[in-house]
């Protein structure tokens, strides 16, 4: 929405396709990550066989600890049908940057969150739990991994932040289990509420309603903004509000605390760390004056609040 409005988009089915493309490119973002832990795996083998291999090995190197190796959740993807299929075809391949996750094995070689790993009871939870260590302690935050994926796409350096909840998500959700587990959808398709009956759908309305109510929604935020020039507000802030503004008063099933809260946390993520007093401080007083209006028709689960 933000490229769209700041490149002077007018086309809205352009602007459709944009957006449904962008979360097309979310599902190889995460199959990128998945394959990322695979390689890890596979660099660790090869680093513990160099290390058997030397003139005058240690005794550690002799005997490795094979833990992480054997890891019960990456073997389990690893042979999960629909993992495979999609790195398949997304053609993912870590090969090229193989030296970069060399030194993040090193890194969580050399760690606390390592030694204690090898340490617990080998089961497939701890193995997991790791798992998830090894992507929020090491991962998310590597700046190599950041500047990878931006340059790979140009929806991936917001959706990076996103990813981390999904893998969490996902990792935490996965069963030991021989039959194959299907791999999470982007987009759900099973109905959360009486209007909406899958993400998509919902996204598409947004989206539209957001660019269709532009003008109403700036002169709202306007009519806020004392002794302001609408220049100076942050153009990201100006957007969060009309998307927050756009559910308040044209999705009747949403709660208004829901959509103030949502835009409220977006705002933690993509816009300054004060934005968020600006931005709850304009809903506010917004969300007064629709309801002394009466412009706020809520029905269903938006009548709760």
């Not at 990128?32 to 240690?58: N, R, S």
């Not at 309603?209 to 700036?218: A, G, S, T």
């Not at 409220?264 to 401080?281: A, D, Y």
Request: aromatic share 16%.
């Amino acid at each position: 929405m933000y490229s769209f409005f700041y490149s002077g988009g007018t086309n809205l089915e352009y602007g459709e396709k944009e957006l449904l493309r962008s979360i097309d490119k979310t599902k190889e973002l995460f199959i990128w990550q998945l394959a990322l832990a695979i390689k890890l795996v596979d660099v660790a083998a090869a680093i513990t066989e160099i290390g058997k291999k030397k003139f005058f090995p240690t005794a550690e190197e002799l005997n490795p600890n094979i833990r992480f190796i054997n890891n019960k959740f990456i073997a389990g993807i690893r042979q999960n049908p629909d993992v495979i299929a999609n790195i398949n075809k997304y053609k993912v391949s870590w090969d090229d940057n193989t030296e970069a996750i060399r030194r993040l094995y090193l890194a969580i070689k050399d760690s606390e969150q390592y030694k204690q790993y090898l340490e617990s009871e080998d089961t497939f939870s701890n193995d997991k739990d790791f798992i998830i260590t090894v992507y929020t302690d090491f991962v998310f935050d590597n700046d190599f991994f950041a500047d990878f994926y931006e340059t790979k796409s140009i929806y991936w350096y917001t959706d990076f932040c996103f990813m981390n909840f999904v893998m969490v998500k996902f990792i935490d959700g996965y069963k030991f289990s021989e039959e194959s587990q299907p791999l999470p959808e982007m987009i759900k398709t099973v109905a959360y509420d009486t209007e909406y009956q899958d993400d998509k759908k919902f996204i598409i309305d947004l989206f539209d309603k957001v660019v269709i109510h532009k003008e109403r929604n700036y002169n709202y935020i306007q009519s806020k903004v004392i002794n302001w020039e609408m220049e100076r507000v942050s153009a990201m802030d100006t957007l969060i509000i009309e998307m927050a503004i756009t559910e308040i008063l044209d999705f009747p099933t949403i709660p208004v605390k829901v959509s103030m809260n949502e835009y409220i946390e977006l705002s933690k993520i993509f816009s300054t760390p004060k934005s968020k007093f600006f931005i709850n401080g304009i809903l506010d007083s917004l969300v007064e004056d629709f309801n002394k209006k009466n412009l706020i028709n809520k029905t269903g689960r938006g009548l709760l609040g």
